[in-house]
């Protein structure tokens, strides 16, 4: 296990430093002390499945013990898991879909999406025993510190899990302020945490639930039918309300056409990987600088993509320009960030592959 840092500008050069830093490379530690126990490690945080549930017909849900390397999390926020399918080693972002426990443990809920490498894997094949490689948080997604001014938070889909984990949250204040979470699926069979949402509202007045059914019909005094729309949201519709909305990219644009400026607070997280307008033409040439190689890609297209499709497995998570998996140096050349449009003209600077595109020849730290 990693020994605890020593204080003190001088510690590089000291005895203790010395004698505190690893005597055989790191991942050969890791290699043999996870023959001892599967989390340990020098520095890199791992998690072991604990536990595994089925938490609606496309859902699984997973509890993750990390070892000590794990920072923690805040309610809403995103980590990455690493796991090995068919020799490869693949990263995608999850959000804890429930507040961390005493002991440290935490729960995903991982939805199967048709053709998703990772989700499949995580749904169909991942069992208690088995150990993940670890991210540390990132994300901003939250509430603002308000204790008094109402509360509206819009899910759907996968967008539950970091509403769930941020409702459970306020559940636990002693006096949470005024909440309504709305949750919206096409049908009944595919919502998650349902008994316990249910819970959480009739024991905390100030806590409701809604669930939306654009498929079913609705049944139940809680459950509404149709997509979200004006009318659905007029009841809690206050200027004075602090809002977060997660769900696919539709959702999430309804949802800000319905509310930004209407209320105190508008935030929101889509899941979906961000579609982009490319209005460059022709190709560039790109040479990766560690590995040698020399590449044509196209102007426009996501580096992460374009890499991609030349055979390469540049690390990567979130595809959304979140998690910072894909950062790396840039030694010449101008790129576009393609959520903003700006143009980057500093030849040397650090991009993310997954939300820049090549404007001009370039040469990249890979």
Not at 211 to 231: H, I, K, P, Q, W
Not at 234 to 245: F, G, M, Q, T
Request: charged share 20%; proline share 8%.
């Amino acid at each position: 296990m990693r020994p605890d840092p020593l204080p003190g500008p001088a510690r590089a050069r000291s005895p203790g430093r010395r004698a505190r830093l690893p005597l055989v490379p790191p991942a050969l530690f890791d290699f043999w002390a996870q023959r001892v126990s599967p989390t340990w490690s020098w520095d890199r945080p791992l998690a072991r499945i604990l536990a595994r549930e089925q938490a609606a017909s496309d859902a699984v849900s997973l509890v993750l013990k990390p070892n000590r390397h794990f920072l923690g999390f805040r309610p809403g926020q995103h980590v990455n898991l690493g796991v090995e399918v068919d020799g490869r080693r693949l990263v995608r972002s999850y959000s804890p879909s429930a507040p961390a426990a005493a002991d440290g443990s935490f729960r995903i809920t991982v939805k199967a999406i048709e053709g998703g490498k990772v989700s499949r894997f995580l749904h169909e094949q991942a069992r208690v025993g088995d150990v993940l490689v670890l991210g540390q948080a990132f994300g901003e997604l939250a509430l603002p510190a308000d204790d008094t001014a109402p509360r509206l938070l819009l899910a759907a889909g996968s967008g539950i899990t970091p509403m769930m984990a941020i409702f459970a949250s306020l559940a636990a204040q002693p006096e949470p302020p005024p909440t309504t979470l709305l949750y919206a699926t096409r049908t009944r069979d595919q919502r998650c945490f349902v008994d316990e949402l249910r819970a959480i509202g009739a024991a905390n007045p100030a806590l409701q639930v809604r669930f939306l059914l654009s498929r079913d019909r609705a049944v139940a005094g809680d459950e509404a039918e149709g997509r979200l729309d004006a009318g659905l949201l007029a009841p809690w519709l206050d200027a004075k309300a602090h809002v977060l909305a997660c769900g696919p990219t539709g959702f999430v644009e309804t949802a800000s056409t319905l509310l930004t400026g209407r209320t105190a607070s508008f935030a929101a997280e889509s899941f979906s990987p961000p579609v982009f307008e490319n209005t460059d033409t022709g190709s560039v040439e790109l040479r990766l600088a560690r590995s040698g190689r020399t590449l044509e890609v196209p102007r426009g297209q996501p580096l992460l993509d374009a890499l991609e499709a030349a055979g390469l497995s540049p690390a990567h998570g979130c595809r959304r320009g979140l998690c910072n998996s894909c950062a790396c140096g840039k030694a010449s050349g101008r790129t576009r960030h393609l959520l903003t449009g700006e143009v980057e003209h500093e030849p040397v600077s650090a991009l993310r592959l997954c939300v820049s595109s090549a404007c001009s020849d370039l040469v990249l730290d890979l």
